[in-house]
């Protein structure tokens, strides 16, 4: 047996990042994230060859303080979290001090970042762990970090990306899952050059959701809400002839943040039992809202899965609500694109050639 030693703070930096970023879709939700925990009501994101030359997020949050440059590089450094019992009631999206040391790590990075009450803002670069000076810049209020060349230290890792075409259908559904968890932010998203998407901010969630599926889908969806003392869900389902034949459709939030819960997918396709055919999976953006000490997010690195404090309430709370609302909603009118009803129907969502139409608007 060798001996054991200490690891070099670089190799378990690579060893987090490792854990934390998976690909360039990974960098994107790290660093969107980081712009929501500081306010910001405007995020563009800008990738190139998706994500592997690429990724530039600028935010008008809060911004970093000069001195603090280095530290939010730095791993296990955070201002979301103080103490342990911080843990179990986590508000923000990021707590664990990690994101940007890993990115730094295996890519070069370079921040750059203005407060508010600063007159100029500063930057610091980093290549591949290796921090260089902070300098004085010229910058708007916020913060913009671009990443470059993701992996170009970690070739085995880089081996593992696909096409720049896969990659970027990746980030787009991170980009997605954040754009729909905050309707209020602004956002856009350009992808070597061109723009993909222009956010710009919604009341409700539903104008979203017509943004990125059509708004033939989104006329359709049946709206929920329910409270169970604290717990508040809220959300769309689809009908059931708008079922698809995977679950790449269902999106559930939870204070802000897109997770996944094995147990909630089996409340809703308990609620569609007897709608929907075998192998067809229903639609939904759910979205519930919860004290924070009612849930546990600190058991995935990157927080996509999350133990409730009350698991079992919450799933029929989900079934629950979804049972009453398909015994008082008329499932069947919809079904026929010929219904009494559908004359009236300004959306055009029955008519394919004005939904065809609408959607070219889109
Ligand atoms: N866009 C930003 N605007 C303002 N501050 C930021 C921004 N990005 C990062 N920071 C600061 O840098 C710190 C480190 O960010 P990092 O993402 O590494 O960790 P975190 O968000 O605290 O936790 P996690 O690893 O869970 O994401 C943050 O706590 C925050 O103070
Ligand atoms: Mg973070």
Redesign the pocket.
Known sequence: MAVIQQLPASVVNKIAAGE?IERPASVVK??M???L??G?TRLDVAVEQGGLELIR?V?D????AAD?LP???T?H?????RSADDLFHVS????????????AEVSRLM?R?RQSEQSAGAELEVVGGQLGPVSPCGCAV??T?EVRQLFYNTPVRRRFLRSAQTEMGHVTEAFTRLALAHPRVHFTLRHNQRPLYELAPAEAGLARIAHFFGREVADELIWLESRDGEVRLSGFVGHPNQSRPNARMQYLFLNGRSIRDRSLAHALSEAYRGLLLTGRYPLAFLYLHMPPDLVDVNVHPT?LEVRFQDGGRIYSQLLGTLRTKFLTTDLTHRLSPAGADTAHDPSGAHDPARAEQMRGEL
């Open positions: 934390v790290e660093l994230e980081n712009a925990d500081a910001a997020v935010d949050g809060c911004g970093i603090e530290l939010a590089v791993s450094a955070t201002s979301k979290l923000t999206l990021g707590f664990r001090g990690e994101a940007l040391a890993s990115i921040l970042s916020g913060t970090i927080k």
